[in-house]
């Protein structure tokens, strides 16, 4: 079974920059999760989709920050300007359902902003 | 909200020996999980061991095994007979079980396996 593709796995952009990362999760799996990991600390979720509709967003900096799955598959999140602070790992994970305990991970993208 | 405390940030373990990494986390519910989950330099985040909070017995999975305490709030990770390949990052974890499946996760703790 393959497993949460993600890409790019390394990003560098500088600050005000756009950039935009891709999760392809699990085949059959309806929940798709974005984290954010900054440097020393654990992840943190930034959205929540059940199929293509949002779940919960609460935690997502809507100013900049923008995310869609389309057709309940493939999920986009992209940041735009980006500021010195969003510097981070951005995880996508995935689960067959929300009630669903385990989250399958991505590798992650490692994103720079100089 | 629910927080989790992982109070060690590095723990040190000999190979074979036996290292207990510590958990603990506030939460109003009767009912929830808490994982422990494993991250090795690749990034790749795996699961590593997961208790139901309704259930007594504490869960083990070959030599990993947790000691849960819960009026303590407390969810200790011990990690028998320790490999080279069990050097990560652990993270301690918390979900609900209803409305709100979200993982609050701890700072981690980095494990270091010494030849």
């Known amino acids: 079974e393959a497993g949460v593709a993600q890409s790019p796995r390394y990003k560098i952009i500088e600050k005000r920059q756009s950039v935009a990362f891709w999760c392809n999760p699990i085949s059959g799996h309806a929940t798709l999760y974005w984290y954010q990991q900054i440097l020393g600390q654990g992840p943190k979720l930034l959205i929540q989709f059940q199929n293509n509709g949002v779940v919960d967003d609460s935690q997502l900096p809507k100013d900049r920050f923008s995310a869609e799955r389309l057709k309940g598959v493939d999920s986009t999140l992209k940041i735009q300007p980006a500021k010195l602070e969003d510097s981070a790992v951005y995880l996508c994970?995935?689960?067959?359902?929300?009630?669903?305990?385990?989250?399958?991970f991505g590798p992650g993208t490692r994103l720079t902003v100089t | 909200a629910q927080t989790v405390t992982q109070s060690q940030p590095e723990m040190s373990v000999q190979e074979a020996e036996t290292v207990t990494l510590s958990c603990t986390y506030d939460?109003?519910?009767?009912?929830?999980?808490l994982f422990w989950y494993k991250q090795p330099p690749s990034r790749q985040m795996i699961l590593v061991i997961r208790q139901e909070a309704y259930k007594q017995q504490n869960a083990t999975e070959n030599r990993f095994s947790v000691n849960f305490q819960k009026a303590a709030k407390s969810f200790s990770l011990k990690i028998s007979d320790s490999q080279l390949g069990d050097a990560a990052m652990y993270f301690c974890a918390y979900r609900r079980t209803i409305n709100d499946y979200k993982l609050s996760f701890g700072a981690g703790t980095t494990v270091t396996v010494r030849a």
């Open positions: 939460t109003s519910e009767s009912d929830y999980y």
């Open positions: 994970a995935s689960s067959e359902s929300d009630r669903g305990y385990e989250q399958y």
